[in-house]
């Protein structure tokens, strides 16, 4: 599903390069769930942006679904159809209501929106439905972002702190929905994550350290 070999990523600040990234390997198979954990500011999230094609690597080779996207354009067509990100902010389109995001999102990606409803019942949304973003709860806004992502129908699920803005109440009621989803739709997944309770739910656990992904015990 991923492989990639040796990707390195740095970042210009002031006159110094910072290094975020330092030959970084990973391999993802199909249907596995992966947790990537590490400290504030290791490159966790520059690694999810590599991933999905809105950064590109300064070296390195990334292979996503056997072969490497030859420019933006098919990049982005792999974010509407086979790529979904969940962003920590949700990344909900505040001038629509819930299920018209629902229905946007699927479009974009050329899929009928006729199983919102069911999607919706699934992560226990389907009341708020018709509310607008800034009307949902913290835990409903991350729930109606998760069921835009499924929307598309993806392979592959990225997902940059699921639960890093919910209280742990509310993350513990969206974790078991968001892995179970995830697992029942047989998407493979990798999700970056401080929570050790999320990552324990998943297949593995790296660690992103010194610039590369470390097996966790």
Not at 32 to 60: F, I, M, Q, W
Not at 180 to 190: D, M, N, S, Y
């Amino acid at each position: 599903m991923i492989e990639a070999r040796n990707l390195c990523k740095s970042y210009r600040n002031g006159r110094e390069t910072v290094a975020v990234l330092h030959n970084l390997s990973l391999e993802l198979e199909p249907g596995e769930t992966v947790a990537v954990t590490g400290p504030s500011g290791c490159g966790k999230s520059t690694l999810l942006n590599l991933l999905n094609g809105l950064s590109r690597p300064d070296a390195g080779v990334l292979e996503v679904f056997g072969s490497t996207p030859a420019d933006d354009d098919a990049w982005a067509a792999l974010r509407r159809s086979r790529i979904a990100t969940l962003f920590q902010d949700g990344n909900l389109i505040p001038t629509l209501t819930v299920a018209r995001n629902l229905a946007f999102r699927a479009g974009l990606a050329g899929r009928s929106a006729d199983g919102a409803a069911a999607l919706l019942e699934a992560l226990d949304i389907a009341a708020v439905a018709e509310r607008y973003p800034d009307q949902l709860s913290g835990g409903q806004r991350q729930r109606a972002a998760l069921a835009c992502a499924f929307a598309i129908e993806p392979r592959l699920m990225l997902a940059d702190e699921p639960t890093g803005s919910l209280d742990e109440a509310t993350a513990s009621r969206v974790m078991p929905l968001f892995v179970e989803a995830v697992r029942q739709r047989g998407l493979t997944a990798l999700i970056v994550t401080h929570n050790p309770e999320l990552a324990g739910r998943c297949d593995r656990v790296l660690r992103l350290h010194e610039g590369g992904l470390v097996p966790c015990p």
